[in-house]
């Protein structure tokens, strides 16, 4: 149930961002519980995670209710830019396609001309690099936390589709080598 549980609302997204206010409530919505979610969640760890939803369901069924400062801090310090800007990452490329029966449609306006893929995955970089930054933000704050442990699977960084190993194997190479050239070391 607290999978739903949204920690940020669109209006607030809105208000705290360049997204427009006549953008339709349901994409911003689907972006916040993606983020939450896919990236939030697994930087938190299920049991920080699901202590910030209940601070918040308790303060939201009494309103007399304190939020424990420290997840206060976390909260409107750091996941709350975490979310903006993660938000506005996974909305690019749903404010310009659409999913139809008859297929994938781009998204236009009487007067707006739509961008191309390319033009898209620019604004996706821009994003990106605004994320990362509160991304890695919100991993230091929790790292210096005594008592958080951060799953390994939250401290990924950006992934660009290659992988490169940590350490060359030198003497790998250097027998590779040795054998194209006819040398011995």
Same mark, same amino acid.
């Given at each position: 149930m607290?999978?739903? =549980? ?7 997204? =809105?208000?705290?961002s ?7 409530s ?18 938190? %760890? ?18 007399t209710?304190?939020?424990?400062e ?15 800007? %993660? ?29 191309n ?6 604004? =996706? ?12 933000r ?15 699977? %939250?401290? %990924? ?15 790998e ?13």
């Amino acid at each position: 149930m607290s999978n739903n =549980k949204l920690l940020i609302s669109e209006k607030f997204i =809105k208000e705290n961002s360049i997204l427009d206010e006549n953008l339709e409530s349901k994409i911003v919505s689907i972006a916040i519980k993606q983020v939450q979610n896919l990236k939030l969640k697994p930087l938190l %760890g299920d049991k920080k995670y699901q202590e910030i939803i209940d601070e918040y369901l308790k303060k939201v069924n009494d309103s007399t209710y304190q939020i424990d400062e420290e997840i206060k801090t976390l909260k409107e310090d750091y996941i709350n830019d975490f979310l903006i800007y %993660g938000v506005l990452l996974e909305i690019t490329t749903s404010l310009n396609y659409k999913f139809t029966n008859k297929g994938t449609k781009t998204i236009s306006d009487a007067s707006a001309e739509t961008i191309n893929l390319g033009e898209i995955e620019s604004v =996706k970089k821009y994003y990106r690099a605004k994320f990362d930054a509160y991304k890695l933000r919100l991993i230091e704050y929790l790292s210096n936390r005594e008592g958080v442990n951060i799953p390994s699977s %939250g401290k %990924g960084g950006y992934n660009t589709g290659f992988y490169i190993k940590p350490e060359p194997n030198y003497i790998e190479i250097a027998k590779a080598r040795a054998n194209k050239t006819g040398r011995r070391f």
